[in-house]
């Protein structure tokens, strides 16, 4: 079974520094991975993507994230966090079933900027 | 752009009433997702449909059921709301096109059942 795990549930970080939010993964297959936000009280916002092709994938909000397939890692970076970088944030895997995707969450990183 | 729209966004219902939540989708996606998510245990899968009329048991479907009559539109029923039902609910959908694997979400459905 695939999985994802986020090893931090909360990570701080000063205004302007850069910032990291780990994510690990396990798969049989190719792995095709997700980064998502969540803002208070909203759904989740698609961030970027892994599917293939360059290990280093840029997304929306400057936000950029390096895959690694030998370490099965796929962290979250930012060069100089912004308070309303603050949020809850998600990686995820596809699932391939036998009637088509799945998506396997990991339990959530609480990123906190502080001014 | 994508647009995934919840029926509410604030639901407060009492127990042992049949609660409706209706999720549609604008972007002719395959598949539809029902989550809930609670405070410290992530999201969690209730059910999710790869077609019309097609479902499939996600993690954590007891109490719930679902219905996908049109493509476009994912129900998800609370046969008799129970109090540990109170939670947010999301729903999403997502494209079986090469690369375009993403999932989009709504905004999300915060029931109470008291």
């Known amino acids: 079974a695939q999985s994802v795990a986020q090893p931090e549930d909360q990570v701080n970080v000063a205004e302007g520094n850069p910032l990291t939010v780990k994510c690990t993964y396990s798969?049989?297959?190719?792995?095709?991975l997700f980064w998502y936000v969540q803002y208070p009280n909203r759904g989740l916002q698609f961030l970027l993507k892994?599917?293939?092709?360059?290990?280093l994938v840029k997304g929306s909000y400057g936000f950029e994230a390096e895959f690694n397939k030998s370490q099965t890692s796929f962290h979250l970076k930012k060069p100089s966090a912004l308070v309303s970088d603050s949020a809850l944030y998600f990686c995820a895997v596809r699932e391939t079933t036998n009637y088509g995707q799945n998506f396997v969450f990991g339990p959530g990183t609480r990123l906190s900027v502080l001014p | 752009d994508v647009k995934v729209t919840q029926s509410s966004r604030y639901l407060v219902k009492r127990t042992g009433e049949k609660v409706f939540l209706e999720c549609v989708q604008d972007m002719d996606h395959e598949n539809m997702f029902w989550y809930r998510q609670d405070p410290g245990l992530g999201l969690r899968l209730i059910y999710f449909?790869?077609?019309?009329?097609?479902?499939e048991k996600g993690d954590i479907p007891e109490g719930y059921s679902v219905s996908r009559e049109k493509k476009e539109r994912f129900s998800l029923i609370l046969e008799s709301a129970s109090t540990n039902q109170t939670s947010m609910y999301l729903c999403?959908?997502?494209?079986?096109?090469?690369?375009?694997?993403?999932?989009?979400f709504g905004p999300g459905t915060r029931l109470t059942v008291t």
């Open positions: 798969v049989s297959g190719n792995p095709y």
């Open positions: 999403a959908s997502s494209s079986n096109r090469p690369r375009l694997y993403e999932q989009y």
């Open positions: 892994y599917i293939t092709g360059d290990n």
């Open positions: 449909s790869y077609d019309v009329k097609m479902k």
